[in-house]
């Protein structure tokens, strides 16, 4: 592996194409204007600034989406092959993206299932799944992993963007101590690793990641800024006000219609936060475990997350990211569609078909929620006229396939996107068992990663994708 860092020429020239409305302790980024295409890049810039960017010069965003606990195999598998493929019962909120997405079988995680460490499969599922390097198991705070393929690309692209990546959870995250049969719970509860030994910890407030995408400064800053926001009962706009009105004056009316949906988003989502907080202040009995801004329904929690990863790619402030929307071996219930038992308990159905009926519900609510998520991205125009899902290259899927059983091969992978037009979705692909870490290797060709022939566990490149 070559980081080979962007160069910090290359970073000015892209930041330099940003627009941004700034004010008081805010920095709003802004989503691609026609009023104000990204000029000719110079011969200096054109080999750094132009990687991760699709042929017409687009941004290409990659995420790594992870949901717990495998998925019931005959309800998620499509019939037939190809393009005659069939969405089966945990797909069908995909239905209106079906030609927008592949489904990737055959996949496998071979560093969760190799070695003789007997128990921890949840552990190995989650600390394997973007790594493909064998986790060390001492328990404890002793750990060891692998960069993880996200960090990779971040490490080769990152600069061009105010962010790096950015990591998100709707997980309680555990740093210490022991959690799956001896292992480490830094596995279970991080899916970024920049080094062996270093996880990146997702954010798991909305509050907290809405300041770091809209709020200026280091971090003391920016709590002093929301504070005097919350003080005062004013909006994160409020600030931008006379920096919006000189840039509407700028705007063809199509981009004037982009800034009002854009920002009537941003307030949205602020609204939401904001209502989270409320709630919880008045609980009569707050959850210690769970921060304030987080809403009392995951349905909610999950698509505020999917929201301000939206934004975050519709604005380019990052074109890496994770969202471990549950570690596996969670336990969450699902009182919201009226699953009261915890997920990893169902998934040890042995057959119980009441069981494996309520692990079936469970996996389409994920499915739901990707499908609004992805809906979104292909709802938005990107810079070139394309969707920022067309634009994209999205992994959703799951370090474990049959949670019952433990087994790590065939996983239950989707690739949504086409990135930006080297992708050929609308197929479920069945590949010959493959390690997963074949796909990420193709993926970071896409993206422009230089000197990267292996990856973890990897066999070569996954073809036909």
Not at 117 to 128: E, K, L, Y
């Amino acid at each position: 592996m070559n980081p080979n860092p962007i160069s910090t020429a290359a970073r000015a020239g892209s930041l330099n194409r940003r627009r941004f409305l700034r004010g008081l302790g805010v920095c709003l980024a802004l989503p691609a204007m026609e009023s104000f295409l990204p000029r000719r890049l110079t011969a200096a810039e054109t080999g750094e600034a132009l990687r991760a960017t699709t042929a017409t010069g687009a941004p290409l965003r990659t995420a790594f989406v992870y949901f717990p606990n495998g998925a019931i195999p005959g309800s998620w598998t499509p019939t037939g092959q190809g393009r005659d493929y069939l969405l089966n019962k945990t797909m069908e909120p995909l239905a209106a993206l079906k030609e927008k997405i592949q489904v990737l079988g055959g996949l496998s995680d071979l560093s969760a299932t190799t070695g003789n460490d007997g128990g921890g499969d949840h552990a190995r599922a989650n600390g394997t799944f973007l790594t493909g390097v064998r986790i060390k198991k001492t328990g404890g705070n002793d750990f060891h992993a692998g960069v993880s393929a996200d960090q990779v690309m971040a490490q080769q692209i990152g600069l061009i963007t105010p962010f790096r990546s950015l990591e998100l959870s709707c997980d309680i995250v555990q740093n210490f101590g022991a959690c799956d049969t001896g292992y480490s719970c830094v596995y279970q509860h991080n899916l970024a690793w920049s080094s062996p030994t270093t996880p990146l910890t997702p954010e798991v407030n909305p509050r907290q990641l809405f300041e770091r995408l809209f709020g200026a400064g280091p971090r003391r800053e920016r709590k002093q800024n929301l504070l005097l926001r919350q003080q005062q009962q004013r909006s994160i706009l409020d600030y931008v006000q006379s920096d919006a009105r000189d840039l509407v004056k700028e705007l063809t009316g199509r981009d004037r219609d982009k800034l009002d949906e854009y920002t009537t988003s941003v307030r949205e989502i602020e609204q939401r936060i904001q209502h989270a907080e409320k709630s919880r202040a008045g609980a009569p009995e707050p959850d210690a475990d769970t921060p304030a801004g987080v809403p009392a329904s995951f349905t909610d929690y999950v698509r505020l997350m999917y929201d301000m990863l939206y934004v975050a790619f519709q604005t380019d402030s990052t074109r890496v990211a994770t969202f471990m929307i549950s570690g596996d071996g969670s336990n969450r219930d699902f009182a919201e569609i009226g699953i009261t038992d915890g997920h990893h308990s169902l998934s040890h159905h042995r057959n119980n078909p009441e069981w494996i009926k309520k692990v079936a519900a469970i996996d389409l609510f994920y499915a739901k929620q990707f499908a609004y998520f992805l809906k979104k991205m292909d709802n938005t125009k990107d810079v070139d006229g394309k969707s920022i899902l067309h634009n994209s290259m999205i992994v959703y899927g799951s370090g474990n396939s049959d949670g019952n059983r433990h087994t790590h091969d065939n996983l239950p992978i989707i690739l949504a996107g086409s990135g930006g037009g080297t992708l050929n979705p609308g197929r479920f692909i069945k590949h010959s068992d493959a390690p997963i870490t074949n796909l990420y290797l193709s993926l970071m060709d896409r993206i422009g990663a230089r000197n990267i022939e292996r990856f973890g566990d990897s066999t070569g490149r996954l073809n036909n994708v």
